[in-house]
């Protein structure tokens, strides 16, 4: 690959195509490879899915007692909701530096919300099958989350 600026998908990272002035970079879809353009977070593969992660961490705290209404279950939603809103912010913003800076944060609230989870899984709040799926998602959003750090790294640096 070239020095031209790298973007991650779900399946790796790959270069990213200049096409009247808009970045484009390729999605599977049903197993072809197309050209999608990146207009807002929203077409980033790791606010999708750290989206993803956030709507599981609140379908899987709904079944929580009460009592930890104000406790765990307030903290995994509010970590695992944070991770798309950093994203987000980051991108919105001017500056690539301030942008790195966002998903730094995101991958804090990102290890922050799989600490909660080990505990709720301890004191057996939360069972090992749903444990292990939010956990297994934690590391693909994490791994996507570093290679567009590195990503956004290398572009400022060139």
Not at 54 to 72: D, N
Not at 77 to 83: L, V
Request: aromatic fraction near 10%.
């Amino acid at each position: 690959m070239g020095p031209e600026t790298r973007f991650v998908s779900v399946t790796g990272a790959f270069p990213l195509f200049p096409f009247r002035e808009r970045l484009y970079w390729p999605m599977w879809e049903w197993g072809e490879a197309r050209m999608s353009p990146i207009l807002s977070y929203r077409d980033l593969v790791v606010w999708q899915q750290s989206l993803e992660l956030a709507k599981l961490c609140y379908f899987k705290t709904r079944s929580f007692p009460r009592t930890e209404a104000f406790g765990l279950t307030s903290q995994i939603r509010r970590a695992g909701a944070s991770i798309p809103g950093n994203i987000a912010e980051g991108n919105g913003r001017e500056s690539t530096g301030y942008y790195i800076q966002s998903l730094r944060v995101s991958q804090g609230s990102l290890k922050e919300l799989e600490s909660h989870v080990l505990l709720a899984q301890a004191v057996e709040l939360l069972p090992g099958a749903d444990a292990e799926q939010i956990l297994s998602k934690c590391e693909r959003v994490g791994k996507l989350l570093r290679a567009l750090i590195r990503s956004l790294q290398d572009k400022a640096e060139a």
